[in-house]
């Protein structure tokens, strides 16, 4: 047995039973990352001496009976976009500079240094989160873990390919657009964009309330212990909600039986599938209606929201890159500098009307759940194509929003949203299954996913073991 294959929750027990110890799953989860890192390229650094001290600490923690918190030496990595204290936090930008005391954690990370978590590294992400692969100027491409000639699309894209190849169990990523639930389904492994402010954020992000922060892990169990942990207050985000009523991993059982839900292929023709994906989809959606789900073919009643999201997407961008100077300007992706000026173009009225269009959109969904309880569409209408390029080759888009058409509605609408792998391609590339609920019932999210693990529906698809 490998211990880079096992779950948190499988390390925890583990742990628990003395089978054996956080210094060996650190020392695993290492030694995967460093092989792994010269053709995938999932880390920006890693964190070996901090990540053993950790761990030895936990050891002896649990040698007395004593463990910390819910993920006492669990090996977790961290997008390059949240603070992590001690580290440099660089945004994928050689427009910051690493000098800097850089002595605040993220809530997120403040919360699993509480519990006990082992830091392994900084996973990589495009310039600011900006895209939907993960490439940048200051860290190169990051390869998907089933074919590194594919992406492994973004921008959590190193964290999904860590979690994917067994360095670390967990990780934290951030979605503006789908930028968990994108490189999970690209990846194969399970991806949640929480309800807004479920997971306090700070420093608030560029892109407003589009922006949430996330659990990236090999099932929907280890989210929801990770959801245990990162949901706790912090008073430096003035958005976030109040801690969820109970524990996420205790609503995991009681399946799905009488859950009324809505599938949507296509969100009513306004999305070309890839037939593979369709049918894979397709019958895993007849797996949720054997496990005793009402399931009906239906759609939202709402237009795509494309030039909305464009609009906050593209003035965020611009207020990122707001007070850099023009050498500096000239050091950033070019695509991300072609939606900056996009960006700096539009007013404030510009900005309000997409407002209301994503209010409308929100008061739309919140009707649709009136009648239903969970929405499940495609994750993405294709699956992981060439890397180190923004849209598919050929496909004559000109943005990453032309490809994810299933995932950035739902950032509008501040919904929970889930990925979980449910098979693959005839190339063995994984293909998602997204969940969404109402607002506030991240917990409904969960246990369907958890649900559809346990039957075996949803499964992670084994990636190649160590790259040379």
Request: net charge negative; hydrophobic share 40%.
């Amino acid at each position: 047995m490998q211990l880079t294959d096992l779950t948190a929750v499988q390390l925890l027990d583990g742990y628990r039973k003395g089978e054996f110890n956080p210094v060996d799953a650190t020392g695993e989860a290492l030694e995967r990352a460093r092989s792994i890192q010269p053709e995938v390229n999932a880390f920006v650094r890693l964190t070996e001496e901090d990540a053993l001290a950790r761990a030895r600490e936990s050891e002896a923690r649990w040698r007395r009976g004593e463990p910390e918190g819910l993920l006492d030496g669990v090996p977790v990595t961290v997008k390059d976009i949240l603070l992590q204290r001690g580290l440099p936090t660089l945004r994928g930008s050689k427009t910051i500079p690493e000098q800097g005391s850089w002595e605040e954690d993220a809530p997120s990370v403040a919360r699993l240094r509480e519990h006990g978590a082992v830091f392994i590294g900084k996973t990589t992400t495009p310039e600011f989160g900006w895209k939907a692969v993960t490439d940048s100027p200051l860290s190169g491409v990051t390869r998907n873990p089933h074919d590194p000639s594919r992406t492994a699309g973004g921008s959590s894209g190193g964290s999904a390919a860590a979690v994917a190849l067994g360095a670390g169990p967990l990780s934290l990523g951030t979605d503006g657009g789908g930028s968990v639930r994108i490189p999970a389904s690209f990846c194969g492994i399970f991806g949640l964009k929480p309800t807004y402010g479920r997971v306090p954020l700070y420093p608030a992000s560029a892109f407003g309330t589009l922006a949430h922060v996330g659990p990236m892990s090999r099932d929907a169990a280890d989210a929801a212990l990770m959801m245990d942990v990162i949901g706790g207050a912090d008073a430096r985000d003035w958005s976030a909600l109040p801690p969820a009523p109970e524990s996420y991993v205790a609503g995991l059982e009681g399946g799905v039986r009488g859950l009324r839900v809505a599938y949507s292929p296509s969100l009513g023709g306004q999305v070309a599938v890839h037939p593979a994906v369709a049918s894979v989809v397709r019958r895993a959606v007849a797996g949720l209606a054997d496990l005793g789900a009402y399931v009906e073919e239906t759609d939202p009643d709402f237009s795509d929201p494309l030039e909305a999201f464009h609009t906050l997407w593209f003035s965020g961008a611009a207020r990122v890159t707001q007070r850099l100077s023009a050498h500096k300007r000239q050091l950033l992706d070019p695509g991300l500098r072609e939606v900056c000026v996009l960006g700096g173009r539009l007013s404030a009225l510009d900005y309000l009307a997409a407002v209301d269009v994503r209010m409308d959109l929100g008061r739309r969904m919140g009707r649709f759940h009136e009648s239903y309880d969970l929405l499940v569409t495609p994750t993405l209408p294709l699956t992981a194509f060439e890397a180190g390029v923004e849209v598919p080759p050929g496909s004559g888009l000109r943005r990453w929003t032309g490809w994810t058409p299933f995932t950035y509605p739902f950032n509008l609408t501040q919904q929970p949203a889930a990925t979980v792998p449910v098979g693959t391609d005839a190339d063995g590339l994984p293909v998602g299954l997204q969940i969404i609920a109402a607002r506030h019932h991240d917990a409904l999210v969960l246990r369907t996913a958890h649900t559809l693990y346990e039957a075996g529906v949803a499964t992670t698809p084994p990636a190649p073991a160590t790259r040379a």
